[in-house]
């Protein structure tokens, strides 16, 4: 489609997220764009194409936006945020407001009236890009916590459109969410949407108890009554794209690549694995703690067993991001001093993004996978690593409050909180027998292989199509 012609065609399916599929990058020299990495946009990518959609959202750099543009069939149109916009919307309301508060306020949430009229401002210009995106009758699926006053606003727009809208982070219990001083407007914002989608059931009913508290609607089984129009809410908990991380598993190179990790690491040390943003929810610091006690008390030694942890850098403007950074490298810093030896480090810590292959090859060398978030609205790196084990080795130590625990169970599921009880689980890990591991591997495929995020697309796709 000529450039020009984008930004004034309507697309029967409009997909908006805070950011664009795609991102910046270098090819001979020239800028470019690249698809995204990441589960939810090669779910979604089938979709938007088959359709004939467009993706509305931010590029990721402040200022001035690039014109709509077309990439690998999928219309991007870009929204621009400015600088003080980054502010308030993005660090402020988006990143420490909702998120410490959704995530069972592990830190303080700030509430700043200066950053919420961005949070305002930003929602108001995603609708307007949607309204005018739009075909008449055409859906709309609006992603996540950055967004949560577009449904309402677009419908004010466009009313003859179908409206849908998921949280994938959790959404918290009544006696948390209270205390924002725009959760009315948070409520009703969401309430524009025809569906509303959430990972987990308790978040499906929280929300369906505030929205009956606070914004005068009657509810009924899994539907809540707006006015004239009734609002399906439901659980859909989001998967991976389990064929992809499967096959390259299997990949020779992927293989070999895992054998030499196992030689780098020492022949014969068993490998737990810890793989997370570097984020406070993701309960990093106890892990590594946990990890320390089980040296300490002799469960196990340096020599036995030996701890990776991945943290990929995330949100690093922001001081609480920078103070779970140093306490966990200080941590590392006294375990490794305190234990290791010359050419035996008990813990291994690799801050950086690794490339996807490299990734898989790790879940492949992994003995014991430790995913455990104090509080998580699906975890995806629990799925990922299932989906690599096809020989059915493996064992997965899950978090109770991972949004993922309840289609897990047979992973060995702890308290995140509790230092002994995870330092005992991962040595239950390093020693259940071969057969019990397997046993559980393989019922905890099954439920991967059965509902994966392209199930996940097309089951709220239907929903938002028949409701
Ligand atoms: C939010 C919710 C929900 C990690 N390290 C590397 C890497 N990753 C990839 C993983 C995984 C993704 O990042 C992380 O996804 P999570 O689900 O674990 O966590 P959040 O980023 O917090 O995501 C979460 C999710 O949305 C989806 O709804 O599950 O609860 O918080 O895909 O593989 N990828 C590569 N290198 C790395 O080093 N390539």
Known sequence: MPKENIADHRWPMVIMANSLP???????????????????????KPF?????????GWTGTAGRAPDPFMHE???????????AELKGFYQGVCNRTLWPLYHDAIRPAEYHRHWWIHYVEVNRRFAEAAAKAVAPGGLVWVHDYHLHLVPRMLRELRGDIRIGFFLHIPF???????????????LEGTLGADVVGFQTKAGAQNFMRLAQHHSGTRGRGSRLQVGDRSVHVGVFPISIDYERYESTARHPAV???????????GLGRRIVLGVDRLD?????????????????????????????????????RIEEYQELR??????????????????????????????????????????????????????????????????????????????????????????PHDVDGLAEAIHRGLTMSSKNAKRSMRAMRRVIRRNTVHDWARSFMKALRKD
């Open 48 to 56: 938007v194409e088959k359709a004939g959609g467009a993706w509305i």
């Open 172 to 186: 918290p219990p009544e006696e948390l969410f209270q205390r924002l001083p725009w959760r009315r407007q948070i």
């Open 255 to 265: 293989i070999n690549h895992s054998d030499q990790l196992r030689k780098n690491l």
């Open 73 to 83: 069939s999928i219309a991007n149109i870009p929204v621009p945020i400015n600088a």
């Open 326 to 415: 140093s306490s966990v490298e200080e941590l590392v810093g006294q375990i490794n001093g305190r234990f290791g030896e010359v050419g035996i480090a008990p813990v291994h810590y690799l801050r950086r993004n690794l490339p996807f292959e490299e990734l898989v090859a790790m879940y492949r060398a992994a003995d014991v996978m430790l995913v455990t978030p104090f509080c998580d609205g699906m975890n995806l790196v629990a799925k990922e690593y299932i989906a690599t084990r096809f020989d059915n080795t493996g064992v997965l130590i899950l978090s109770e409050f991972a949004g993922a625990a309840p289609e897990l169970r047979n992973s060995v599921l702890v308290n």
């Open 22 to 44: 795609v991102r910046r990058a270098k090819t001979k020299g020239q800028a470019t764009w690249e698809m995204s990495p990441g589960g939810l946009v090669s779910a979604l």
């Open 280 to 316: 406070y929810t993701k309960g990093i610091d106890v892990r590594v703690k946990a990890f320390g006690e089980l040296l300490s008390k002799g469960m196990q030694t340096i020599h036995d067993t030996v701890l990776v942890q991945v943290a990929v850098p995330s949100r690093e």
